[in-house]
């Protein structure tokens, strides 16, 4: 494996790890945390999926984006979702961000919207959020 070089600053939010650190970060939310079995550990994404992540973020002139835990509800259904055995599964939800004034990042939409906002959502919507990664549990 080859190693790359990157240019990374501190305000680009991140960096590379060794995959050691990537582990004890894993191994810690495992035993803090736990992995039941019928709990979400993880969520794929293909490259195919971050192209349209990273052109989520550009039609939207944002600056990179924001991260949400998310939980399907166990009891409802959510347009689009693509299986549902997804009931109650953690997913990730991105959020495109953009550059504040100040330096900072703010959300291209509030993730807890107001409940008219919610309602509104349902009655279609522009898609500026990314979802629907392969949960673990179950593959």
Request: hydrophobic share 35%; aromatic share 8%; glycine share 10%.
């Amino acid at each position: 494996m080859t190693k790359s070089t990157h240019n990374l600053t501190d305000a680009d939010g991140g960096s590379r790890i060794p995959q050691s650190v990537a582990q004890q970060l894993i191994e810690t939310y495992k035993t803090e945390e736990g992995w039941a079995d019928n709990k979400t550990r993880a969520v794929w994404f293909s490259a195919a999926n971050f192209t349209d992540i990273l052109a989520l973020i550009s039609e939207n002139s944002g600056d990179g984006a924001r991260i949400y835990f998310g939980k399907y509800p166990g009891n409802a259904d959510i347009p689009g979702t693509p299986d549902p055995s997804d009931k109650g599964m953690v997913t990730l939800v991105f959020i495109p961000t953009l550059a504040t004034a100040s330096g900072g990042h703010q959300d291209l939409f509030p993730a807890t919207p107001p409940v008219s906002v919610a309602v509104a959502a349902r009655n279609g919507e522009d898609y500026q959020g990314y979802n629907h990664g392969d949960l673990c549990p179950p593959c």
